[in-house]
């Protein structure tokens, strides 16, 4: 099992606001580490959605955003839109394991 | 454009080892550190390991210590990923990926099956 925890899947409608949460311990993201997302749609290379917890880098929509609250994070997609279909990972670092990645979730939109 | 281009698909037998390779344009490849990342089918992502592409250090993954080497040609821009005695479940997709503070780029990834 992973590090970090992320619902398997989430649903939405085009237009609604879903999100994606990613829980992990104190060793973790409790641990000060900053949280990163990546998007990666099927058959293709994860691309950077979020970094440091909340940065958007150039190109990436302001409809998605990220947060980070003591041992969680969470990354929100609002106006919903049927490219946003994709696996979404978020990833962070932990004292023993250095590089952690949480289990991936599915994002369709109905 | 920053880019980072992988070595074709590869079929090996149990017990074998594979060596990918990642060759890096764009950029001063001695500036940022290149790490390994594999995706088995419908799985996660998994870190393995990563090099500091400057002076050649290592870091490895605990489960992949001792299978796994991560090298590098400076005089090609190119990382190399090497894992040895290969099993049915090192089949996956092999990345590897530039870490500027996370990972910014990534390859196209390389599949590795691993079939008698």
């Known amino acids: 099992q992973s590090v970090l925890t992320q619902p398997p899947s989430v649903s939405g409608d085009p237009g609604q606001r879903v999100t994606i949460s990613c829980t992990g311990s104190s060793s973790n993201i409790g641990a000060g580490y900053d949280v990163h997302w990546y998007q990666q749609l099927p058959g293709t290379a994860p691309k950077l959605l979020i970094s440091g917890n909340s940065i958007r880098p150039s190109g990436v929509p302001d409809r998605f955003s990220g947060s980070k609250s003591g041992t969680s994070a969470s990354l929100a997609i609002t106006g919903l839109q049927a490219e946003d279909e994709a696996d979404y990972y978020c990833q962070s670092y932990d004292n023993s394991l250095y590089v952690v990645f949480g289990g991936g979730t599915r994002l369709t939109v109905l | 454009q920053v880019q980072l281009v992988q070595s074709g698909a590869e079929v090996k037998r149990p017990g074998a080892s594979v060596k990918v390779s990642c060759k890096a344009s764009g950029y001063t490849f001695t500036t940022y550190a290149m790490h390994w990342v594999r995706q088995a089918p419908g799985q996660r992502l998994e870190w393995m390991g990563w090099?500091?592409?400057?002076?050649?250090?290592?870091k490895y993954s605990q489960k992949f210590q001792g299978r796994v080497t991560i090298t590098r040609d400076t005089s090609a821009s190119t990382v190399y990923m090497e894992l040895s005695s290969l099993r049915s479940e090192d089949t996956a997709v092999y990345y590897c990926a530039r870490y500027v503070v996370p990972f910014d780029t990534w390859g196209q990834g390389t599949l590795v099956t691993v079939s008698s």
């Open positions: 090099i500091s592409a400057g002076n050649g250090d290592t």
